[in-house]
């Protein structure tokens, strides 16, 4: 593997992006925007809510103004879990029931931490058992709620829609984990000039009755699908440059850039992005709490590393489209790789790799380590659900082809 790399769209800028000008006065443009699955949802959604959106290769979103149509009455998010709870949290703005649901993941996603908090703020909602299908009526008035941080996103949706309450609103945020998410949100917040207060991200007091501006900004770059690439990089011995990254953007998964020199690859940032060299790996010790995103791909880089990798603090991750933790271990496992699944995270011994076929969970960020795990094995690897990969990084595969990989996508 060799040559060069464009890194696409974030998919969490993306859906903030959009969600916020959707809900804004005027006409607004996302240049260079991720078009995803999960990016679609969103966008499906606020048109749901009223809003206009025009696509070439930016993304024109006339807002409606904070005032959502009342004739939606539905909302399908497909496989988004950073849709569902963004505009859930929107949802509660209007003064008639919206219904939620999306596909077979969707509905196992937890929500109901995200529920509770807007039923103390005013909404109404019906549910069972707290996920998909549910119906939630508003408006949201303010007041004080709390919130189980456990996903981050909870606190962002609410950060997000607050500021169109009728009142003000106090948060208190327990739990919270991936905090460089939360950052992300605050700092759209700061473009928009959303006043707000916070005491160390466990505090909110977010002021009522204000408006979301139209806006005229790129979309940063994802490190998140950057780490595939990386990583591929790092266990495969090849020299990769990898562009467009800016790093002063509070995305976490910017830290696997810094995991992966730990572990010995060589990393040099150069005025035309950033130059990776795969090196002979060692295994370390990586608090993975704010990088949950990072888990499969290190679980992969940890097979390769000389020693003993731990993955930890990142219980978080089993909430995701899969139970990552469990999955990656089983699926590492059929690969003949030696792991050991814990309670938060995992553990993983150098092993040699051999091909075969597993299962990606119809989880982007599963087929995506499991290729890049591919590449690097003895022998052939069947990966199934490809077409996740589709969520937030549909040229992932003609990507890992143009530097050289041996990948066949089969229909």
């Known amino acids: 593997m060799a040559g060069e790399i464009l890194i696409p769209a974030s998919k969490s800028h993306t859906i903030r992006a959009v969600a916020i000008a959707g809900m804004a006065e005027g006409k607004s443009v996302l240049r260079n925007p991720l078009i995803s699955s999960d990016t679609i949802s969103c966008i499906n959604g606020i048109k749901e809510f009223g809003a206009t959106v025009d ?25 988004s879990g950073t849709t569902l709870r963004i505009l859930t949290a929107l949802a509660a703005l209007a003064s008639h029931p919206v219904t939620f649901d999306g596909d077979e993941s969707i509905r196992e996603r937890p929500m109901i931490h995200l529920l509770s908090a807007l039923e103390n703020l005013g909404t109404e909602v019906d549910s069972t058992g707290g996920k998909c299908p549910f119906v939630i009526k508003g408006p949201l008035k303010g007041g004080m709620t709390s ?4 996903s981050s996103q909870f606190v962002t949706a609410l950060l997000i829609a607050c500021p169109l309450a009728k009142g003000n609103t106090e948060i208190y945020v327990e739990n919270l984990h991936e905090r460089p998410y939360l950052k992300i949100t605050m700092d759209w917040l700061r473009k928009q000039s959303i006043h707000f207060e916070n005491k160390a991200l466990d505090w909110f ?7 979301y501006k139209a806006f005229d900004l790129p979309v940063p770059a994802d490190f998140s699908s950057a780490t595939f690439s990386l990583c591929a990089a790092a266990i495969t011995g090849s020299e990769l440059l990898i562009k467009g990254l800016d790093f002063s953007d509070h995305q976490g998964d910017k830290e696997v850039f810094k995991f992966i020199e730990k572990m010995g690859a060589q990393i040099k940032h150069t005025s035309e992005g950033i130059l990776v060299r795969g090196k002979k790996l060692r295994g370390i010790e990586i608090d993975m709490n704010a990088t949950p995103d990072a888990l499969p ?13 731990s993955l930890l603090n990142v219980a978080q ?6 139970d990552r933790i469990s999955c990656m271990a089983t699926e590492l496992r059929k690969m003949k790789a030696e792991v050991e699944e814990l309670e938060d995270g995992l553990i993983i011994r150098q092993s040699e790799l051999a091909g075969t076929s597993v299962c990606g969970y119809n989880d982007h960020r599963m087929v995506m380590a499991l290729t890049i795990a591919g590449m690097a094995s003895e022998g052939e690897t069947i990966v199934d659900s490809a077409e996740s990969v589709n969520i937030t990084y549909p040229s992932f595969i003609e990507d890992m082809k143009k530097i050289g990989a041996n990948i066949e996508l089969i229909n």
Do not use: H, S, W
């Open 55 to 79: 696509q070439n290769n930016n993304l024109i979103i006339t807002g409606i103004q904070g005032l959502i149509k009342p004739d939606c009455n539905k909302i399908d998010v497909g496989n």
């Open 147 to 150: 919130v189980n941080g456990i």
């Open 205 to 211: 007091k977010i002021y009522g009755r204000q408006k």
């Open 297 to 309: 791909a290190l679980a992969v880089a940890g097979c390769f590393a000389e020693g003993k990798t």
């Open 317 to 322: 991750a089993r909430l995701k489209e899969c």
